[in-house]
């Protein structure tokens, strides 16, 4: 499973970054924190937004 930066997410759901913020601080979203405290949202849940998988080139090392 790969994971996005709040920013990654709320751009690609086309939402603003505070946006995405209150939906994990009200459990809407399933999200992984980091050991430095950074959220990280699985790829799998901005799909399950969009209703549809994310067709991007997965270009990070990785495979993400």
Do not use: D, K, M
Not at 6 to 25: D, E, M, Y
Not at 36 to 61: A, D, F, Y
């Amino acid at each position: 499973e790969c994971f996005l930066r709040i920013g990654q997410a709320a751009a690609i759901l086309g939402v603003n970054p505070r946006t995405v913020r209150r939906w994990l601080s009200l459990s809407q979203v399933a999200f992984y924190t980091t050991p430095g405290g950074e959220r990280r949202i699985p790829t799998s849940e901005v799909e399950r937004i969009l209703g549809h998988p994310l067709n991007q080139p997965r270009t990070t090392p990785g495979g993400c």
